[in-house]
């Protein structure tokens, strides 16, 4: 399946960042924790070159808990200063402010030596869209916040919200694309919901969806739908015949009582979304696929 989708307004959101990238001492990427390397948008590197970085790996509750810390340690031993985080319901938030200054330690010891003291650190949020942005900054303000408005002379035209005396933090979030030239990256984006559905064949990724769930989580499906796998689902062929079962069990028929494919695929995209099929990684630090 061949997914093309590419926003006109990406150069626009790029350039912004660019211009923002100078007002800005920390970087706090958002990654989806079910799959860090797709949501992963590689141009950060480039535009916060020389930037402190911090990776907050959001959704950690619907991803696989085997496979969160693997992946903390490996952006680690890259360099970034990481946290899980589950920003809607707030854990794992608190702790970013003492991650945020651990990251800008250099920096703030830089100011110190040069008599400036208490400065707070400032930080953008960056993501792909839907990563889950605004939830988690919603989270990390809290109420306590206020917003500083327009610094004259240094940050015109933006908005700055104080968290504390330690962190300011760029109200408008950095909005990244995912790498679309990569199709198995394109599919788990889609898996996940990050993909306008309109441009996708649902029933197609249901296939794709099933022949991934099979090689990573062979129980998932026996576990929720009763469906009898055959041995080998290594094709699309096969993984109809498994969609096939799904729209039985579930009774979704058409008129003449065939199994309805289109009803059934919405249903397993939907029921792995919502985590109905279990918390689910699909992808890791070795082998990025
Ligand atoms: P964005 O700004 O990056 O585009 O993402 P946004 O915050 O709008 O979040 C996208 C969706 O992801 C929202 O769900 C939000 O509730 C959910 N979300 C964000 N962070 C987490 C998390 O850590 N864990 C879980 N389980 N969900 C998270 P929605 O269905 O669009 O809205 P709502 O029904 O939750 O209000």
């Given at each position: 399946m061949q997914i093309q989708w590419y926003p006109g307004h990406m150069a626009k959101a790029k350039r912004m960042m660019q211009g923002d990238m100078k007002l800005i001492d920390v970087v706090i990427e958002l990654v989806d924790a079910r799959i860090p390397y797709s949501s992963k948008n590689p141009d950060i590197d480039v535009l916060a070159k020389n930037k402190s970085r911090v990776i907050l790996l959001n959704k950690s509750d619907m991803a696989d808990q085997r496979y969160n810390n693997d992946w903390k340690e490996y952006f680690e031993t890259k360099g970034f200063h990481v946290a899980l985080v589950n920003s809607k319901s707030g854990s794992g938030v608190k702790q970013v402010q003492d991650i945020v200054q651990k990251a800008c330690q250099a920096k703030i010891e830089r100011d110190r030596k040069r008599g400036i003291l208490n400065r707070p650190v400032r930080a953008m949020i960056v993501g792909i869209p839907n990563v889950g942005k605004s939830t988690f900054i919603n989270s990390f303000v809290g109420?306590?916040?206020?917003?500083?408005g327009n610094k004259p002379?240094?940050?015109?035209?933006k908005q700055w919200i104080r968290?504390?005396?330690f962190i300011e933090l760029l109200d408008t979030p950095g909005i990244l694309w995912p790498k679309f030239e990569d199709q198995t990256v394109g599919l788990k984006l889609a898996f996940i919901g990050s993909?306008?559905?309109?441009?996708?064949n649902t029933t197609d990724l249901s296939l794709e969806l099933i022949l991934l769930l099979q090689q990573r989580y062979p129980e998932v499906l026996t576990n929720r739908y009763e469906v009898t796998l055959p041995e080998i689902v290594d094709s699309k062929q096969t993984a109809a015949g498994v969609l096939e079962q799904i729209a039985i069990k579930r009774s979704c028929l058409m008129k003449g009582g065939e199994p309805d494919l289109d009803r059934a695929a919405i249903l397993l995209i939907d029921d792995f979304r919502s985590t109905k099929l279990g918390t689910i990684t699909l992808e890791y630090p070795d082998k990025k696929i």
């Open positions: 109420k306590a916040s206020t917003k500083t002379g240094v940050t015109k035209g968290l504390n005396k993909i306008n559905d309109t441009i996708i």
